[in-house]
């Protein structure tokens, strides 16, 4: 006596909105927030982007005015897309033009996005800090700042 062969198809095997990953046997969110699918990496469900999804930052152009200097006033930077002005009061010559409430990894190459709500020397917004800026913050435990 035997028993019937049993078959199933991958598609049957999770529920609705989840796809099977036969290298794990296991079932991943179908598709990630942004209708991307998804498959194993090896480690965890990783959405899977198009190739033109790829954006080459090093080419995009920063913000109009970005580091361009300014006063503690900061009317040099109104109007243009960096309007905020980074002053430093022990560097204030060396003040700056630069965009505020970023997200890590949301500057321009030679910035880094920094987080000064404990600070009690510069201003307390999120903002884009110079490399230089953002090293000497964090040295001193004044942000958390990330690329």
């Not at 910035?111 to 001193?140: F, G, H, M, R």
Request: aromatic share 6%; net charge negative; charged share 25%.
């Amino acid at each position: 006596w035997s028993l019937p062969a049993c078959t199933m198809s991958d598609s049957d095997r999770c529920p609705d909105g989840y796809q099977y990953i036969s290298t794990i046997k296991a079932c991943c969110l179908e598709f990630d927030a942004d209708s991307n699918p998804v498959e194993w990496d090896g480690k965890r469900c990783e959405a899977v982007l198009p190739e033109d999804t790829n954006v080459d930052t090093s080419t995009s152009e920063p913000p109009e005015g970005l580091g361009d200097p300014c006063t503690e006033d900061g009317n040099e930077c109104e109007g243009k897309e960096a309007n905020f002005c980074v002053v430093n009061p022990l560097a204030p010559d060396k003040a700056y033009c630069t965009t505020i409430d970023c997200s890590p990894g949301g500057c321009q190459a030679g910035y880094q996005c920094c987080d000064c709500s404990a600070a009690t020397l510069i201003p307390k917004e999120q903002a884009c800090l110079n490399d230089a800026d953002a090293a000497t913050t964090v040295e001193y435990k004044q942000c958390t700042c990330e690329g």
